[in-house]
């Protein structure tokens, strides 16, 4: 994603960045390097399966290990004799702890494993720092390839046969050609609807003419809209879904009665609450009350919400656009942004050293909620909430009038805090 912040091409794939410099993408990097020797889960259920997540990490720090010292990973550094005496010390003592299984708890193994990664596993991302570069280049340049590639086919696309098929919750989207069946519930499939409907009757209000207004047309734009948001968060299930995370309806009632919010500054028609937001992907959104891309809005007014992806080249470059915009109004403008509480990443810290920042505000892990980023396909009501994992950070930047207009009072902070819990809103109304 972060590579889309420095694509400057005029027509860009909507999903595949074009290939510009530089090839290694820093968000990129990161996140190989840190599923260096193998990727884990950090929040086991239960404490066999945390142990088996250790387990796992164990044997694949022996196995990486191995390959390095035998040249089967190329480019790799090779471990010295004392670093790679290190490594098995660290990992006999990892197992001795753990055999005892009547002093161990689910944290203490999780805790375990953070110190593991933070020793050997740091080591191992250093010495295979080549090999993960030679990767994200070749991932760069392939992203570029394919992207010329699905321009050709889509100079020659025709609409897509689509078939809707409801039972019961689920809508069954059936495309000619395609495999696999698309399902989401049918309630965010009545919302597309609506939104769709929106979008229709604002153009029509402006008098402007458009070829297709049928159920064909809608489906086709349903459909396009799920392909593409399935790609981007990949085929398996519940991959990427955590960048469609957003705040629950409530938070949002309540900050449109006490602060105006009337907008998202990043959603899509799946996560939507309002029904205009800006999106990453105004080709297949802009049907649903997409306005673009955040980065290519500018207004010079209003109350806005912003729940960016986490990702620290797209958050900077987020406060960057919101202290421009606050710095060419004197019209009143404010932004409410949530982000996690990440001690050491510039544009969180940023957001509390900000001259427009107005007021910040703390929430504790476990002590409010996030709906999840899978709602559209989500069955169960009850799962569509849950406790946040992570610390966040809620900051309001304002401008003068922004913030003469919707000052953040500590009594509207406090009782966005309850909301933010889970709490009922109707005793604030």
């Known amino acids: 994603m972060e590579r889309r912040t420095i694509d400057k091409s005029s027509n860009p794939d909507p999903l595949l960045p074009t290939l510009t410099e530089p090839y290694v993408g820093p968000s990129l990097f990161r996140e190989m390097s840190e599923d260096v020797p193998i990727k884990v889960h950090m929040m086991p259920k239960t404490l066999e399966d945390a142990i088996n997540n250790f387990e796992t990490y164990l044997k694949s720090t022996e196995v990486m290990c191995e390959n390095i010292q035998k040249d089967k990973v190329e480019d790799a550094e090779k471990l010295t004799q004392q670093e790679l005496q290190d490594i098995n010390d660290q990992i006999k003592e990892a197992r001795d702890y753990i055999y005892d299984r009547s002093s161990i708890t689910i944290q203490s193994v999780v805790d375990k494993l953070k110190s593991l990664q933070k020793k050997s596993g740091l080591l191992l991302q250093q010495k295979l720092k080549t090999p993960i570069e030679r990767v994200c280049t070749d991932l760069a340049k392939l992203c570029d390839t394919y992207a010329k590639d699905i321009k050709k086919i889509k100079e020659n696309s025709s609409p897509l046969l689509v078939i809707t098929k409801r039972e019961h919750s689920v809508v069954n989207i059936e495309i000619q050609?395609?495999?696999?069946?698309?399902?989401?519930?049918?309630?965010?499939?009545?919302?597309?609807?609506?939104?769709?409907?929106v979008w229709v009757n604002r153009r029509k209000s402006r008098s402007r003419s458009y070829y297709d207004y049928t159920d064909s047309h809608l489906k086709n734009c349903i459909a396009r809209l799920i392909l593409r948001y399935h790609t981007f968060f990949g085929t398996e299930s519940y991959h990427g879904v955590g960048l469609q995370g957003a705040i629950t309806p409530r938070t949002f009632q309540y900050l449109s009665r006490h602060f105006d919010v009337t907008m998202e500054c990043f959603a899509s028609p799946l996560n939507c609450y309002y029904p205009q937001f800006c999106s990453a992907f105004i080709d297949t959104d802009r049907f649903f009350g997409s306005c673009g891309s955040f980065f290519d809005f500018y207004p010079q007014s209003g109350s806005f919400e912003a729940n960016p992806p986490f990702t620290e080249e797209i958050m900077n470059k987020m406060v960057d656009h919101m202290e421009e915009l606050l710095g060419a109004t004197d019209l009143p403008l404010s932004f409410i942004i949530f982000v996690p509480n990440w001690t050491d990443c510039s544009p969180i810290i940023r957001l509390s050293e900000s001259k427009y920042s107005t007021k910040v505000l703390i929430l504790n892990a476990k002590e409010h909620r996030y709906v999840t980023g899978a709602q559209h396909k989500e069955l169960r009501p009850h799962r569509l909430e849950y406790d946040s994992v992570h610390e966040t950070k809620v900051a309001f930047l304002q401008n003068k009038a922004g913030s003469d207009k919707w000052k953040p009072t500590d009594s509207k902070i406090e009782d966005m805090k309850r909301v933010l819990a889970n709490e009922s809103a109707s005793q604030w109304e």
């Open 177 to 197: 050609g395609w495999d696999e069946n698309l399902t989401m519930n049918a309630s965010h499939f009545n919302k597309l609807i609506q939104l769709y409907n």
